[in-house]
């Protein structure tokens, strides 16, 4: 007699409650699939990352225990991750002098895998050892650092990491030279007043003149932080000052430094273009670039041009003041370690001022290095500076900022408007509603970030803002320099009208909103707002339209 087999009634109640609580557990969680994934993954790379800049071995400890100023704490430690991760180059620390070679190593990979992001690496990865790439991870790469079209990411990704490699690679090669045969200088151009009389400012330089393994490590540091536009530096406590001060002008390693950082800002879609349309020419056929290379470009030259322009129409409008046209000395206020009191000593050379106003203003469009002071920029400069900064570079490149596109499309849009047109267009595309109104929202949350930092900033720490001898500044020169401050920190730039006392003691709310900012400017706007955004269902109905008036 055949026996039947009873049905498990336990097991498919096991699994129809195992089905339910997926369902709830997906239903309750926050983050979105995609964006979501890249959030956490960002998050806890800047976790592992302080934490690892704060162990023994990576931490300088100097034998003479007042040089050992900094609270090292965690915080600290997250803040050098989150700015070597987001390739921003903001530091509390003076990384020249504050970090072990292990620690300052820790940096530079966090500085590469910021910049080429880390999907990108492991399509990479996968594509050297033959291994198929999964869709998911195709898509996830795609939202970090790929285009709107999805089947031609895994190309675009692939080509973007060997044209950033190869130009890294070969900026160190000419950094290494420049390094071992040019000496930096160890006083800037100004002077500061003591009880004898003026004194040559100082500068805290770790110089590797004719020093094979340092001009060595240099050079692939910096290449490595300029090609990502991280604004990271191991020579001194004022960046590339050193290389810019009388008989010590590097011009060559700054225009090294110039061509990498445009060259890593102008985004992976760009350098797969470029690579299309060679291909084609060789072939004889015709590619044309597609609509983000258009526009990516025109915004590009144009603020290239524009920006020092401005900041030089800027300077000259107070000439008789500007500090990027004269030397000058000065004091240092006690409170915040700023110059005050200070006095015109005698005029530059044109040449040498125009070139400070050129190198430092493209810098501060993604870069972040800088061979002056950023205070010698006026307030009306560092506005522009600001400006420029919260713009940024390309998507899907080593640069933050709204991004050049995100411009170029609410510019487009507002001519639209005052032209009279239903839609969007450029180069004879149309630009779908969806992603102008993207546009429009990355700017207004954009803006609104930053003022609301902005006011956080200035009332958590505006006891070490402004020089103490000029109470009268509290409300103006703070206000800008703040703005300056977390516009450079949303755009990854790292151009810091602070000292490295004030940073310091900043209070513990603004170094977490300047983290903030800077998580945010390398995570992109865009992405931030697909985080907690989980697909809806769409309505089978809508509301009536009601007009309303508007100014």
Not at 63 to 81: R, Y
Not at 107 to 112: D, F, K, S
């Amino acid at each position: 007699m055949k026996e039947h087999k009873r049905p498990d009634y336990g097991s498919e109640k096991r699994q129809s409650f195992n089905r339910n609580l997926f369902k709830k557990v997906k239903q309750w969680w926050p983050l979105s699939k995609i964006s979501g994934r890249i959030f956490l993954i960002y998050t806890l790379i800047v976790l592992l990352g302080g934490f690892l800049l704060t162990i023994p071995g990576v931490l300088t400890i100097y034998e003479d225990e007042s040089k050992n100023i900094f609270h090292w704490d965690f915080l600290t430690g997250i803040f050098t991750a989150s700015s070597a991760f987001s390739d921003t180059g903001i530091n509390i620390v003076d990384p020249s002098h504050d970090y072990t070679f292990w620690g300052q190593l820790l940096i530079l990979i966090m500085i590469e895998v910021g910049g080429l992001g880390v999907l990108t690496l492991k399509i990479v990865l996968f594509l050297a050892i033959n291994k198929k790439i999964s869709l998911n991870d195709t898509v996830t790469a795609q939202t970090e650092r790929g285009s709107s079209v999805t089947s031609s990411t895994i190309e675009m990704i692939r080509d973007g990491f060997i044209w950033l490699t190869i130009v890294q690679f070969i900026a160190a090669i000419f950094l290494f030279f420049v390094f071992f045969f040019t000496e930096p200088g160890i006083v800037t151009n100004n002077s500061q007043n003591s009880v004898n009389g003026p004194n040559d400012a100082t500068l805290n330089v770790v110089s590797p003149f004719h020093n094979f393994g340092k001009s060595l490590w240099f050079a692939i540091f910096h290449s490595t932080s300029a090609i990502n536009n991280a604004g990271f530096d191991i020579i001194s406590e004022a960046s590339l000052q050193p290389y810019n001060v009388e008989n010590h002008y590097a011009y060559l390693l700054q225009m090294i430094f110039l061509l990498e950082w445009v060259i890593g800002g102008l985004g992976y879609p760009t350098f797969h273009d470029i690579k299309r349309k060679i291909r084609a020419r060789r072939s004889g056929q015709t590619v044309r670039f597609s609509l983000f290379t258009k526009l990516n470009f025109c915004v590009y030259i144009t603020l290239f041009v524009v920006g020092p322009l401005s900041v030089l129409g800027a300077e000259l409008g107070n000439y008789d003041k500007s500090l990027l046209f004269h030397n000058y000395s000065f004091d240092v206020d006690p409170t915040t370690g700023q110059p005050s009191n200070i006095a015109i000593t005698n005029a530059k050379p044109v040449g040498v001022a125009l070139m400070d106003i050129f190198f430092n203003t493209t810098s501060a469009r993604n870069a972040g290095f800088s061979t002056i002071n950023t205070n010698d920029f006026n307030a009306g400069s560092k506005t522009i500076l600001s400006v420029m900064m919260f713009i940024g570079s390309a998507p899907s490149s080593t640069a933050g900022g709204i991004r050049t596109t995100t411009f170029a499309i609410i510019i487009l849009a507002n001519w639209a408007i005052i032209k009279n047109r239903s839609q969007t267009s450029a180069f004879k595309k149309t630009i779908p509603d969806k992603t102008v109104k993207r546009a429009f929202a990355v700017f207004f949350i954009s803006v609104a970030l930053i003022v609301l930092a902005l006011i956080i900033i200035y009332c958590d720490s505006s006891n070490v803002l402004s020089p103490s001898n000029s109470p009268e500044l509290n409300g103006n020169n703070s206000i800008i320099e703040i703005m300056t401050l977390i516009t450079s920190a949303f755009g990854t730039v790292g151009l810091n009208p602070f000292t490295q006392y004030q940073m310091m003691h900043f209070g513990t709310l603004t170094k977490i909103v300047i983290i903030i900012g800077m998580f945010l400017g390398q995570l992109g706007i865009s992405n931030t707002l697909l985080v907690f955004i989980k697909p809806s269902r769409k309505r089978p109905y809508q509301y009536l339209e009601e007009d309303v008036t508007i100014g």
